[in-house]
């Protein structure tokens, strides 16, 4: 099994103590002690995979038993909330400088000469926009914090970015469209501009488009991490989008299904993070950049499944469909529920940068299509085919608090 590990086990098994010590931590829990009663402490990494995986549930429970803190000296303790969108909001803890000296050491596409555009939301208890800045602070580069933006504000700070030369920028995918997109729109260009830095969601194929038109020099710098994992591995724009090289401190195992677990060997990480899963799949590889070593290889979720009416939905394949769709940039399901029934299932429909509209025929003619071919819509809605409904919207639904855009969002209707 040692062969599914991100690290070969000459190089794992002497920071493994760290593992036995999260194992002690969770057994400490009352309400898991039973789930680790029969395990052996793990010094090998065949052992560790033998270890039952952590989900976000028992995470959750652990860190209410033990509510961490750093060791003395090491700073404030940062409490942040992840979640909420589609599932109940999770809390993780992390030190001043959110473990980043690590990540800095690995990975500095940042430097001393660049101006950045911090775009990561920073209100409601979100990490990545103080994340983003603590690299930013070790790179010693200049930092525009921005904050939230209005639509009628794109133009003027856009107009700003280019006088004041800037040259790097971050966010989330679905933020970094609306600066880009705004930009495009209104024939604006970010002539200096040459990194673009993401975290937070999977890279958004059509910012390359957006990208190409905008500030055609910039070039994409990714991180793949969680709220309870911090950064796990990250890629330069040698690396294909999908594909992440894990930090020397995170160990990722590849299980059944391809389901992805993490275990953080950094002996200061203050979430139990021991055979964590975050409902990600993936896979190892050898990454085209030629950076010795295997790279993590991110299939997507496989916890897109939803019950509607009883039968299991699979968001990820219905927005795919809808997305190769001629005109159509982005998906998005929306399902509004009455006293917990799914009472309407709606795909929402984003039209291309390039103004391609997707007229009615069309919407009417792919709702057909999705409703006969897919088993739980043309089952779920068999008495009431009008409860199933796509339609062309000018945004998509996005989290106030973070400006993510999940697939799926869930409401109760009224």
């Known amino acids: 099994m040692t062969d599914l590990f991100s690290l070969p086990p000459a190089t794992a098994g002497p920071q493994l103590h760290v593992a036995r010590r999260t194992l002690e931590r969770l057994r400490s829990v009352p309400e898991l002690a039973q789930r680790y009663a029969d395990c052996g402490a793990p010094r090998t990494l065949d052992d560790l995979a033998a270890l039952p995986p952590l989900d976000k549930d028992g995470l959750n429970t652990a860190l209410a038993h033990l509510q961490p803190r750093a060791e003395r000296g090491a700073g404030a303790t940062w409490l942040f909330q992840s979640g909420g969108s589609t599932g109940a909001p999770k809390v993780g803890h992390a030190p001043t400088g959110f473990y980043m000296t690590g990540v800095h050491a690995q990975w500095q596409p940042l430097d001393r000469d660049d101006v950045f555009v911090n775009a990561w939301g920073a209100g409601r208890m979100w990490g990545a926009h103080f994340l983003a800045a603590a690299l930013a602070d070790l790179s010693g580069c200049r930092i525009l914090a921005v904050g939230s933006v209005t639509t009628d504000e794109y133009a003027d700070w856009l107009t700003f970015f280019a006088a004041t030369g800037v040259t790097a920028i971050g966010g989330t995918p679905s933020v970094l469209r609306l600066w880009f997109a705004h930009a495009r729109a209104a024939g604006l260009e970010l002539p200096a501009l040459r990194k673009v830095l993401w975290l937070g969601e999977a890279w958004q194929p059509q910012l390359a488009a957006d990208l190409a038109a905008v500030a055609p020099q910039a070039r994409r710098w990714g991180m793949f991490g969680s709220t309870e994992t911090w950064v796990v591995g990250t890629n330069t724009p040698d690396c294909p989008a999908d594909t992440f090289h894990p930090l020397p401190e995170q160990l990722v195992h590849v299980g059944a299904q391809d389901l992805l677990d993490f275990t953080t060997l950094n002996p200061d990480m203050l979430n139990p993070v021991l055979r964590y899963r975050t409902g990600d799949a993936g896979t190892l590889l050898a990454c085209p950049c030629g950076r010795p070593g295997p790279a993590m290889r991110v299939l997507g979720r496989r916890d897109s499944v939803v019950q509607v009416r009883g039968l299991g939905l699979h968001v990820d394949e219905l927005i795919a ?94």
């Open 321 to 414: 469909r809808a997305e190769r769709e001629p005109g159509v940039s982005r998906a998005q399901v929306l399902i509004t529920e009455q006293r917990g029934r799914a009472a309407t299932v709606e795909l929402l429909l984003l039209t291309g940068p390039d103004g391609t509209a997707t007229g009615p025929a069309d919407v009417e003619r792919l709702r057909r299509q999705l409703l006969s071919a897919t088993f739980t819509l043309s089952t779920a809605f068999q008495h009431d085919p009008e409860s199933f409904r796509v339609r062309p919207v000018d945004e998509l639904i996005s989290n106030d608090r973070t400006g993510k855009t999940a697939g799926l969002v869930v409401r109760e209707g009224s």
